[in-house]
């Protein structure tokens, strides 16, 4: 056969040079019995054979070379007429691993916080590149990791970090850093171990009237490490003590249970909830709620009235405009005040509400002046003004307004 084709060096590392080519482009009626891949040091003239006899492959791993070491490798194809001639590599290759720079590639689920439940299980895996075998150090909140506490595993190509049964302290941010010689990549990873949080702290009946009690309380001490997305209340006759929910996912810290059945005594509790799930245990009433027989009537809570009211402010200004004679055109802009202000709207301090040129809105705060058919003579300067019993405000702009240039 004639030699090989396309013979070149794939890959190199400090004890292994991976190769690989093409079948000849004539084998011959005989076929092809295999490849034999040779070696040989540079200064010398010996070739060795770099595998135990022929390889049917069109690549090959030659292991267990010297690190530092010069070779020459050379391919020949080998059938029942003979070998071929060898195709041979020019240059000779030096034994050593081939710089690559150190890159984490970090999966798109973990560059957001990772939030687990306490008692699952974590298994973290980033994959990285780098040449030679990059030194990885893994940081927690700044501190060494405890390997007793957390698996830490590392290949070639990816590290691991492995919790068995994630506890709370498990939470907090996470660095990992590769190292070859003078480069290095790092990454960091947030996890969020959440628990079921503790129950409502201060439950209070605060009043009973009618066929209603009103309660109140305060958040969970312990929030489980994650954010309190509400209250389940329940309620239970004293005669069955049966508990019925009332509300669940109930976002304040106190409540009204009305339907209650007259001459009954009441028991209320409430349970916390998180993204974990309910608290293992509830906050309980004390003393029962009873409804009385007789109709009382609910005197409300006397509180102060909070005082809203502020000075008119403008939250979007008037825009200079330049406009064509001739088409509808609008002015706008928006303001905000309590009590609502009253709007007055004037050209070149003169006020236009008598002027049936001008229409005048007001929607949501925001307001509009429409302008009908507007002439050169309607240019100026436009300002409108808003009054409450707090204050003023003032806003202005300019519009220009060209003659219709169509003929």
């Known amino acids: 056969p004639s030699e090989p084709t396309h013979f070149t060096v794939e890959d190199v590392s400090d004890s292994t040079v991976s190769l690989k080519w093409r079948p000849p482009e004539r084998i011959g009626a005989g076929g092809l019995d295999g490849y034999m891949v040779e070696y040989c040091k540079d200064g ?3 070739w060795i054979p770099a595998l135990p006899g022929l390889t049917e492959r069109t690549s090959a791993l030659v292991k267990d070379l ?23 590599i020019k240059e000779p290759v030096t034994v050593q691993e081939i710089l690559q720079r150190p890159k984490f590639w970090l999966p798109r689920h973990l560059r957001q916080t990772l939030v687990k439940k306490v008692g699952e299980t974590i298994n973290i895996v980033i994959p990285f590149q780098g040449k030679p075998r990059p030194k990885i150090t893994w940081l927690k909140d700044g501190q060494t990791l405890d390997s007793k506490d957390v698996g830490i595993r590392n290949s070639s190509t990816d590290t691991i970090l492995f919790i068995r049964k994630a506890e709370l302290h498990h939470s907090g941010s996470y660095e ?3 190292q070859i010689e003078n480069m290095s990549d790092k990454v960091a990873i947030t996890i969020q171990i959440i628990d079921k949080p503790g129950p409502p702290q201060n439950i209070k009946l605060v009043d009973v009237w009618g066929f209603n009690a009103a309660l109140e309380w305060s958040p969970p001490q312990d929030d489980g490490n994650a954010q309190i997305l509400g209250y389940t209340v329940q309620k239970a006759d004293k005669k069955t003590m049966e508990w019925y929910t009332v509300f669940d996912h109930y976002r ?7 339907d209650l059945i007259m001459g009954n005594d009441y028991f209320f509790r409430i349970f916390s909830e998180n993204l974990c799930g309910l608290s293992e245990t509830a906050a309980t009433t004390k003393n029962p709620a009873h409804i009385q027989k007789t109709g009382t009537t609910y005197k409300p809570p006397c509180y102060k009235e909070h005082d809203f009211s502020e000075a008119p402010k403008f939250t979007h200004p008037l825009v200079n405009r330049s406009v064509i004679a001739g088409y509808n055109t609008t002015l706008s802009c928006a303001v905000r005040g309590i009590p609502k202000p009253k709007i007055f709207w004037f050209k070149n301090k003169m006020d236009l509400s008598g002027d049936a040129k ?10 509009t002046l429409e302008i009908r058919k507007p002439t050169p003579f309607d240019g100026g300067i436009y300002t409108c003004k808003a009054v409450n019993e707090c204050g003023e405000a003032e806003i202005e702009c300019r519009l220009d307004v060209r003659g219709n240039q169509m003929n």
């Not at 001008?358 to 307001?367: A, E, P, T």
């Open 358 to 367: 001008y229409r005048m809105f007001s929607k949501q705060g925001v307001l």
């Open 44 to 46: 010398s003239t010996e």
């Open 176 to 178: 990992v850093t590769l």
């Open 252 to 258: 304040r810290t106190n409540c009204i249970v009305s």
């Open 66 to 88: 010297v690190t530092g070491d010069k070779l020459y490798f050379r391919i020949k194809a080998v059938n029942l007429a003979g070998e071929s001639a060898a195709a041979t």
